[in-house]
């Protein structure tokens, strides 16, 4: 008897011993939706040095060249990127720290996808390259000021991008798989990062691109549109010796042909930019007062070729670069560039780069420039 006791205790202890762990499993349990599964944080940094001899401007300075946080997620059909950005280029002892990227793109099929949001523009095959991977101490003069980075125009750097809606698809897939043709077209407010538009005119850009090889590119872009808000001397009133001041919008037409081969690690680019259209007194400080003394048009190109010596660990490279911010080699500037990339792991790289620099607008034209950065990736 006493026995049975004992075991009809030990199976009632057994089945609570159960029910509480079941009911613990249960309440631990989140089904977590896959939209947060699918979401990825990443990011970069970039430390930098820098050194130059230019006459009434010599310097060398440690410099925080940039710093970003990155989320990228899916949701169904949809792909998204919110991509936040510190920086000192607002100058010593006052970094800036802001919104990049805030986009989502429809992406269901390769020929045909839908992106809305803030983003790169679509204009040269530079432009939405990553800093990184793009090799240099910066992008080429040419982009920086006709690309929408410290554009010419004056509107705050801006890394290139633009808040609209774009679409873009890759059409006539070969044997391979492989597609032979890229479009985009893209309709953007014309006033860069984290700007409202400022004449309700729009801009417009598209590019186009075949591949006909592996790891071949051949492509042209067109940009037209304003910059709104822009002020200028006029005709003093009648009476009157002071310059009325007048705003209004400026207009910005540009074209760009490009061309890249990229593969294996061998990396060869060459790009030319024409603008017509006046620009502003500072170029990518958000300056709206035009400086006609430069006149209505400006153009450059850069050609560069990155190869690996030690493959995946050691990179040499050489740039030729040249800007013209009034379309006149009298107001050119030069930089004739060589040095190399050394990958310690393929998250952690130290670049360097020697470069002659001739600037026709400088006192004294020709002068040396030194670069050493420590990017990573996380």
């Known amino acids: 008897m006493i026995m049975k006791k004992l075991m009809i205790l030990g199976l009632m202890a057994l089945g609570f011993t159960l029910t509480v762990n079941a009911q613990e499993?249960?309440?631990?349990t989140i089904e977590v939706p896959q939209w947060v599964k699918n979401i990825k944080v990443s990011g970069y940094g970039m430390l930098q040095y820098q050194a130059e001899d230019k006459e009434g401007g010599k310097h060398n300075e440690f410099n925080l060249r940039l710093m970003r946080?990155?989320?990228d997620g899916k949701i169904g059909d949809f792909d998204w990127r919110v991509q936040a950005q510190g920086s000192s280029n607002a100058g010593p002892g006052n970094p800036t720290f802001m919104l990049v990227d805030l986009y989502a793109e429809w992406a269901k099929y390769k020929e045909f996808r839908v992106k809305a949001g803030q983003f790169k523009r679509a204009f040269t095959f530079e432009n939405p390259t990553h800093p990184i991977?793009?090799?240099?101490?910066?992008?080429?003069?040419?982009?920086?000021n006709l690309s929408g980075f410290g554009d010419?125009?004056?509107e705050k750097a801006s890394g290139g991008r633009d808040i609209g809606v774009q679409i873009q698809g890759d059409l006539f897939p070969n044997s391979n798989g492989r597609r032979l043709l890229h479009y985009q077209v893209g309709v953007y407010n014309g006033e860069g990062i984290n700007q409202k538009d400022q004449d309700n005119q729009k801009d417009i850009i598209g590019g186009l691109w075949v591949m006909p090889i592996q790891g071949v590119r051949i492509g042209a872009f067109g940009w037209t549109g304003t910059r709104g808000n822009m002020t200028w001397e006029g005709l003093p009133a009648p009476g009157s010796a002071t310059p009325s001041v007048e705003t209004g919008s400026v207009r910005k037409n540009r074209y760009a042909l490009s061309a890249e081969y990229d593969k294996d690690e061998y990396t060869f680019r060459a790009e030319y930019i024409h603008s017509q259209g006046w620009g502003a007194k500072s170029a990518g400080n958000n300056v709206r007062e035009v400086d006609f003394s430069k006149g209505d048009k400006a153009d450059g190109w850069y050609v560069f070729g990155i190869v690996p010596v030690i493959?995946?660990?050691l990179h040499a490279k050489a740039r030729y670069q040249t800007y013209r911010q009034s379309k006149e080699w009298a107001t050119s500037k030069s930089m004739y560039e060589v040095g190399f990339n050394y990958f310690f792991t393929k998250n952690l790289q130290l670049n360097m780069e020697y470069a002659r620099v001739n600037d026709r607008t400088a006192?004294?034209?020709n002068y040396n420039f030194f670069d050493v950065e420590m990017d990573f990736r996380f």
């Open 69 to 71: 946080v990155i989320m």
């Open 133 to 144: 991977t793009q090799g240099w101490y910066s992008y080429a003069m040419v982009i920086n």
């Open 25 to 28: 499993e249960k309440k631990t």
């Open 152 to 154: 010419r125009t004056g």
């Open 311 to 313: 493959k995946s660990k």
């Open 363 to 365: 006192s004294k034209h």
